[in-house]
């Protein structure tokens, strides 16, 4: 017993300074968050062409699917009973997940559509024909995921004979490769640089020195 108390008495604060001193001030870390998580801005790898509209700040979610256009629509609820007024609320576009089957892939996607865009691949005859489509609205409408899924298509064997029978068809030039194109921008850009600076080295005042 003599044994147990003195182990106690060593354990235990002798005075209540030491006791406040053993205690912790810190406010523990909250194990979960409120705040959504933010979205992150989906990157097309660099062997891909940049998308000449640029991906969607505003609805971001749009750039994971093929959503044709819709965005997020905000109005009033117009309330004509007891507590009559309006009320802000927001309509969300028609988003479902479908087994679209593509031609030249060979294979079955699983890709986020609105219904709209549904129904315009269903009008255009297909996955390919809808990515296909060269008009500026239809571009538009892709975004950066049936931008990076309309190269995927254009890159395959089926295609490319298609492309290249048509260019023979209209008596079209091979055109170069994406490397060959990219050389021949730079050496473009490097000889109008160049051109400039002889240019401001031409026209460049001659100041005379006094002689004194």
Not at 124 to 134: A, K, Q
Not at 156 to 172: A, N, S
Not at 199 to 204: Q, V, W, Y
């Amino acid at each position: 017993m003599a044994g147990l108390q003195s182990r106690s008495a060593m354990t235990l604060p002798c005075t209540l300074s030491a006791a406040f001193r053993n205690l912790s001030l810190a406010i523990p870390k909250r194990s979960f968050s409120t705040t959504p998580a933010t979205q992150k801005i989906k990157k097309l790898p660099d062997y891909i062409p940049p998308y000449p509209y640029g991906p969607n700040y505003i609805f971001k979610q749009s750039n994971t699917g093929l959503y044709g256009g819709a965005m997020i629509q905000f109005g009033n609820k117009i309330s004509k009973g007891r507590n009559e007024g309006k009320t802000r609320r927001s309509w969300k576009p028609n988003v479902r997940r479908k087994k679209l089957w593509s031609e030249a892939l060979g294979e079955f996607l699983f890709i986020k559509v609105t219904r709209k865009a549904l129904r315009t691949i269903w009008k255009s005859g297909g996955l390919d024909n809808y990515l296909l489509d060269d008009r500026p609205g239809r571009i538009k409408e892709l975004g950066m995921f049936g931008w990076e899924l309309r190269w995927k298509v254009m890159q395959t064997p089926k295609i490319q004979e298609q492309f290249r029978e048509e260019r023979k068809r209209l008596g079209l030039p091979e055109p170069p490769s994406f490397e060959e194109w990219v050389q021949q921008k730079e050496a473009e850009i490097k000889a109008k640089v160049e051109e400039e600076t002889n240019i401001k080295e031409a026209t460049k005042p001659i100041y005379n020195e006094k002689l004194y």
